[in-house]
């Protein structure tokens, strides 16, 4: 039996295969049209899925879509009704796309598909608990899932058993902690819905002046969890914009220009956002805990995202173990709903998975043959050495010892945002220069955000206060004390953005300046030739531990095919680029050329 899912229309579409309760395939339209978070029908996605799977449309037993469009029209419908006259461009510009469009998804899809067979529309929050649960390693398992909001839904929880996911609880619009946070990063001029990983990275940069101010003026916040917002407060109901003028007098001025330079105000609001954000988590989880009984929790929805908060949940104690679905935002409701059928819909059995999770490191996208690979080289003209299979770690290993900043390029693309030794771009974590050039000559991106860690799993506890896997990126935790330096009373007084100058550990490149870590975890089951290279620069260097960080710049989805990394290598200051067994050196690269302006193909977000 073979399902198709799908997510579309609000942001990061994406389209995957289940075969037999196996997952085949999984990918975001993003990667195809390199439009980042491309909202729109995951055509490409859905090819490259039906490629992977061998199969046709004809083939396919079910096409589950990821929510209920009427029932998202009924919330829309209702709020712009609620505020009514206020609104009113906004309900001019939404309305007309809905009625013309969206509400007949049924017709839509089966024209975009050539397909005339089953199709099933799970709400969009039983689709994120399904990807939560479905592919974990628990036989049984609470699940919470926390976004911005589905079609009424904006929190829930319930509990995942066999083959069966069962809601007990939800928090409904407009009341949401995803919006929330996505206020916060309006408000500090990041892009919503693409800059709330900014906001979480600038946190620890300020200081939690304004929680107070939070608690008491924006969120009515309960013991259990649930809270309500003070409306008030807020545009984002039927408005154009996240905040209102008396959301600007409370926190001293209007927001952020983007783009602008940041101060002390937008830190110390990402600070007390996230602050209060892993507060309300912790309550939501310890909630769920009492009301489940249940030891183990499964996550999903955009919030899950937030690794702080997660990492917190863990190490409070509060469940015996977590696990965060790889593509906890709206493209994991395409997995979710595929998975969703297969077991909810057609009653088939979930067996549990001996070993791990079922995800398969989240390596479900496209992969590229070194005869491709080849083939694209020859016709570009770019010089190139290849390596034998035993050759190639020992070879980059000793190119990130001397310090080099190099494009990695192996197998099968990453599902979710992600990159986790797929599609990575990879430095040495003990290079104290190496989070500055990565960031401005590499990512082009803002110089305060950090790098996370591929650390070998058999050693993770000697470098960082983590005594499980973290596979996938989506849990922090502090720098091991054994690692960390006693600072100077000098250092411990930077504030702001001077705490970047500070070095804190053996791993400076990827210490926080709280600290901390966003740890990936590598195995050799799930990603060897990632886990030999690791090993190798170990070897050479008694550290297991390297910078990893998503093969991409700023406002650029993650490579997808060799053509992309190429692109990406030469328009960076990467020194070297790995494409499967082929190694290119930069120095020996022609340029590009010249009246190619490669920045005004850049959303800069």
């Not at 922090?476 to 702001?496: H, I, M």
């Not at 030999?532 to 260097?541: N, V």
Request: glycine share 8%; charged share 25%.
């Amino acid at each position: 039996m073979i399902i198709l899912g799908i997510s579309a229309f609000y942001h990061d579409s994406a389209a995957s295969l289940v075969r037999d309760g196996q997952i085949i395939a999984a990918a975001q339209e993003e990667r195809f049209t390199r439009k980042k978070h491309d909202p729109g029908f995951p055509a490409r996605a859905v090819e490259y899925c039906l490629r992977e799977g061998g199969v046709n449309v004809g083939e396919l037993d079910a096409v589950a879509f990821y929510e209920k469009p009427f029932l998202k029209f009924d919330r829309i419908l209702h709020t712009y009704l609620s505020y009514a006259p206020s609104g009113l461009r906004s309900f001019l510009m939404a309305i007309p796309l809905w009625i013309r469009e969206r509400i007949w998804m049924k017709e839509l899809i089966r024209k975009e598909l050539g397909y005339e067979g089953k199709l099933l529309f799970p709400e969009h929050h039983e689709s994120h608990a399904a990807s939560a649960f479905f592919p974990s390693p628990f036989d049984e398992a609470a699940i919470l899932t926390v976004d911005g909001v589905g079609e009424w839904t904006t929190t829930s929880f319930g509990i995942g058993r066999g083959n069966q996911v069962t809601m007990q609880s939800e928090l409904q619009f407009p009341h949401s902690l995803g919006l929330l946070y996505s206020v916060f990063t309006y408000f500090t001029g990041f892009k919503v819905n693409s800059g709330e990983y900014k906001l979480m990275g600038l946190a620890p940069y300020g200081e939690p002046k304004y929680v107070d101010a939070i608690l008491r003026e924006l969120v009515d916040l309960k013991p259990d969890g649930s809270f309500r917002l003070n409306m008030r407060y807020f545009n984002y109901g039927v408005g154009l914009t996240m905040t209102n003028s008396r959301f600007a007098r409370l926190f001293g001025g209007p927001p952020r220009i983007p783009e602008s330079r940041l101060t002390q105000r937008e830190m110390d609001l990402a600070r007390s956002v996230q602050e209060v954000t892993e507060e309300i988590m912790l309550r939501m989880a310890r909630h769920v805990r009492q009301q489940t009984g249940m030891k183990h929790l499964c996550l999903a929805g955009g919030v899950a995202l937030n690794c702080v908060a997660n990492g917190r949940i863990l190490r409070e104690g509060v469940f015996d173990d977590i696990w965060i679905q790889p593509a906890a935002g709206d493209a994991g409701g395409a997995l979710g709903a595929a998975l969703l059928a297969w077991h909810q819909y057609f009653g088939k059995p979930r067996p549990v998975p001996r070993d791990g999770d079922i995800q398969l490191g989240s390596f479900l996208g496209p992969s590229f043959s070194n005869a491709e690979i080849r083939s694209f080289l020859q016709d570009r003209q770019a010089p190139f050495v290849e390596l034998a299979d035993e050759e190639l770690p020992d070879k980059v290993a000793s190119l990130v010892k001397a310090e080099k900043v190099i494009g990695w390029f192996q197998g099968r693309m990453e599902f979710g945002p992600r990159a986790l030794g797929a599609r990575s771009i990879i430095g040495d974590a003990r290079s104290p220069k190496m989070q500055e050039v990565m960031n401005l000559k590499i990512k082009f991106r803002e110089s305060f955000r950090p790098f996370a860690p591929a650390v070998l799993a058999e050693r993770v506890s000697e470098y960082f206060e983590l005594d499980r896997q973290s596979p996938y990126m989506l849990l922090v935790a502090p720098v091991a004390r054994s690692q960390r330096r006693d600072l100077t009373e000098a250092e411990k007084s930077r504030f702001g953005l001077e705490k970047l100058l500070t070095v804190r550990s053996s791993l400076p490149a990827v210490t926080h300046v709280d600290d901390s870590a966003r740890i990936q975890t590598v195995t050799a089951q799930t990603n060897p030739l990632f886990h030999r290279l690791i090993q190798r620069f170990a070897d050479l260097s008694g550290c297991p531990v390297i910078i990893n960080t998503s093969f991409n710049v700023r406002g650029q989805p993650i490579v997808c095919t060799p053509e992309d990394a190429f692109l990406c290598f030469m328009r960076t200051n990467m020194d070297y680029l790995v494409l499967g067994n082929f190694l290119l050196e930069k120095t020996e690269q022609k340029p590009l050329d010249k009246d190619i302006d490669w920045l005004r193909e850049y959303e800069l977000d």
